[in-house]
T-cell receptor, first 114, second 116 residues
Framework: AQSVTQLDSQVPVFEEAPVELRCNYS??????LFWYVQYPNQGLQLLLK??????LVKGINGFEAEFNKSQTSFHLRKPSVHISDTAEYFC????????????FGAGTTVTVRA | NAGVMQNPRHLVRRRGQEARLRCSPM?????VYWYRQLPEEGLKFMVY????????ESGMPKERFSAEFPKEGPSILRIQQVVRGDSAAYFC??????????????FGPGTRLLVL
């Protein structure tokens, strides 16, 4: 089974500053990679996912992530955050053949301050 | 278009009681997945169900836990004789009928179970 490490549990950031959330996973031949966001009292919402092709993936709300196979990483970035980006962010990985079995990191709480 | 619904949102049980968690998938979805999140940990896969079938229950504890997804009605995760270690957030997700590789799973808000 995959293991996923989110290196930062808490990330405070000022409004309009950039943010990067780090995610590393254990190696595998082929993987599918996901970033989810959870706003207070809501379910997890998909931000973006990597299945194949271009290693730079663009998602909703101005987020993007880069798949780096050699470093087994899938870091999430946003160039300018808003107060509304305050939430918990989860990195998840799955691989073949049981690609439905997502393995999640412990989450990173992003707090955006004015 | 309603998302994945879970109820109750919060559930308190005493040791030895039963907990029943319900999940209604998104409209048109026929695949359901249950995950558990223990404090300070990531979500862990428990079970994958289709209507009236358990496809993969490799993440379910061997005893006291069971899951079903009947032809009619919500999916139910049942925990018998709860213990304090069962305190966690339980998330349900669903996906459309025709799965593709890396299919997106749509998550509900979770049920927070507290065992006293």
């Amino acid at each position: 089974a995959q293991s996923v490490t989110q290196l930062d549990s808490q990330v405070p950031v000022f409004e309009e500053a950039p943010v990067e959330l780090r995610c590393n996973y254990s190696s595998s031949v082929s993987v599918y990679l996901f970033w989810y966001v959870q706003y207070p009292n809501q379910g997890l919402q998909l931000l973006l996912k990597y299945l194949s092709g271009s290693t730079l993936v663009k998602g909703i709300n101005g987020f993007e992530a880069e798949f780096n196979k050699s470093q087994t990483s899938f870091h999430l970035r946003k160039p300018s955050v808003h107060i509304s980006d305050t939430a918990e962010y989860f990195c998840a990985v799955s691989d073949n053949p049981n690609d439905y079995k997502l393995s999640f990191g412990a989450g990173t709480t992003v707090t955006v301050r004015a | 278009n309603a998302g994945v619904m879970q109820n109750p949102r919060h559930l308190v049980r005493r040791r030895g009681q039963e907990a029943r968690l319900r999940c209604s998938p998104m409209k048109g979805h026929s695949h359901v997945y249950w995950y558990r999140q223990l404090p300070e940990e990531g979500l862990k896969f428990m079970v994958y169900l289709q209507k009236e079938n358990i496809i993969d229950e490799s993440g379910m504890p061997k005893e006291r836990f069971s899951a079903e997804f009947p032809k009619e009605g919500p999916s139910i995760l049942r925990i018998q004789q709860v213990v304090r270690g069962d305190s966690a957030a339980y998330f349900c997700a669903s996906s459309p009928p025709y799965r593709t590789q890396g299919e997106t799973q749509y998550f509900g808000p979770g049920t927070r179970l507290l065992v006293l």
